[in-house]
T-cell receptor, first 114, second 107 residues
Framework: DGGITQSPKYLFRKEGQNVTLSCEQN?????MYWYRQDPGQGLRLIYY???????QKGDIAEGYSVSREKKESFPLTVTSAQKNPTAFYLC?????????????FGAGSRLTVL | AQRVTQPEKLLSVFKGAPVELKCNYS??????LFWYVQYSRQRLQLLLR??SRESIKGFTADLNKGETSFHLKKPFAQEEDSAMYYC?????????FGPGTRLSVLP
């Protein structure tokens, strides 16, 4: 079953703790993305990676970090420096389809800071 | 910065009525535009792309470069169309999303 797997689905964290969200894809996509979804704000790009061992900051990268050591994996770490980390996080990957990149999304991870 | 706007947070229509979800973008080049949909308890998924000029589930969207718009339309709404709809624009390697419109189709 091809697709994107995010884990955990729900995560609770105490203030001051770092937490890592997992994102794995078996679609053989080169590009991977992390978005944050907040009500009324749509999806905001945190980080993206076009190729292994390379990644770029998105619009709201402060307080987050990523790595891309393998093509299939793009974990996101929410650090204690992130001021408002409670949110729904979506991972996505993209392929070329008929000349247009198309995003495929995971099911998401909901992080709650207590 | 690239922006995608969707002026309606919530749109309610009756079953069988026409529906139009508005989307405007800011981009001076040749944009790639998309509509994504998220049904209840399902993943966000692609609905349609402007480049393919296709109709999916009865929905169409036409790119109007003069008005920088990419409105989503369906002539007769169905209850199963109730969902959250996001307009998105691709520039470079990034995708920019609008804030979304929740469509509620009433019986």
């Amino acid at each position: 079953d091809g697709g994107i797997t995010q884990s955990p689905k729900y995560l609770f964290r105490k203030e001051g703790q770092n937490v890592t969200l997992s994102c794995e894809q078996n679609l053989n996509h080169d590009a991977m993305y992390w978005y944050r979804q907040d009500p009324g704000q749509g999806l905001r790009l945190i980080y993206y990676s076009q190729i292994v061992n390379d990644f770029q900051k998105g619009d709201i990268a402060e307080g987050y970090s990523v790595s891309r050591e393998k093509k299939e994996s793009f974990p996101l770490t929410v650090t204690s420096a992130q001021k408002n980390p409670t949110a729904f996080y979506l991972c996505a990957s993209s392929m070329q389809l008929s000349g247009a990149n198309v995003l495929t999304f995971g099911a998401g991870s909901r992080l709650t800071v207590l | 910065a690239q922006r995608v706007t969707q002026p309606e947070k919530l749109l309610s229509v009756f079953k069988g009525a026409p529906v139009e979800l508005k989307c405007n973008y800011s981009y001076s080049g040749s944009p790639e535009l998309f509509w994504y949909v998220q049904y209840s308890r399902q993943r966000l998924q692609l609905l349609l792309r402007h480049i393919s000029r296709e109709s999916i589930k009865g929905f169409t969207a036409d790119l109007n470069k003069g008005e920088t718009s990419f409105h989503l339309k369906k002539p007769f709404a169905q209850e199963e169309d109730s969902a959250m709809y996001y307009c998105a624009s691709k520039y470079g390697q990034n995708f920019v999303f609008g804030p979304g419109t929740r469509l509620s189709v009433l019986p």
